[in-house]
């Protein structure tokens, strides 16, 4: 059996066309650092209120999203779901997308906005955590997963640092 291929662009696009609030976090965040990580699966911390969840739920509907884990592919995110601080983890017909209520130590997105950047990529503004914050959740982590990545992005955030340095 083969895995869908990923087309995370593809997710970001439709989120963004149905102007769903949300940061990037994850190895998609880090890789958009310029971190040279492998990902497979799309992380976003989603606003939870109501009027962004009332533009979420057609944008899941559009991806064709579902629950991944189950065989049975009938099990659809649902606003009640989708307002919970816990991961939805789904599948869509570009590839994973996870949702996520909170990160961390039960950080939200409010909590995260004045730790995200905003960048374009191709025709989207995108909000995308910073490397120092994605650093300080992974620390909080300490899943094995996580421990692996912070070499590589205490090494990006070093060598961004020594980028600016240079240009000044």
Do not use: W
Not at 7 to 17: H, N, R, V
Not at 104 to 111: C, K
Not at 146 to 162: C, I, N, S, Y
């Amino acid at each position: 059996m083969t895995s869908p291929t990923s087309d995370f662009y593809s997710i970001l696009e439709t989120l963004s066309k149905y102007k769903v609030d949300f940061i990037i976090v994850g190895g998609v965040c880090g890789v958009l650092h310029g971190a040279p990580v492998t990902t497979f699966d799309l992380d976003i911390v989603h606003s939870r209120t109501q009027e962004n969840l009332a533009r979420l739920l057609p944008a899941l509907q559009a991806l064709d999203a579902y629950y991944r884990g189950r065989q049975d592919q009938s099990l659809k995110p649902k606003q009640d779901h989708l307002s919970s601080p816990g991961h939805q983890l789904l599948m869509t017909r570009f590839g994973p997308l996870d949702l996520l209520g909170t990160i961390g130590a039960g950080q939200s997105y409010p909590d995260l906005l004045e730790h995200s950047d905003e960048i374009e990529i191709g025709k989207m503004r995108l909000r995308v955590l910073s490397l120092e914050k994605l650093i300080e959740v992974k620390e909080e982590l300490g899943s094995d997963k996580d421990k692996a990545v912070l070499p590589v992005l205490r090494q990006t955030l070093f060598e961004k640092g020594k980028r600016r340095g240079d240009q000044e």
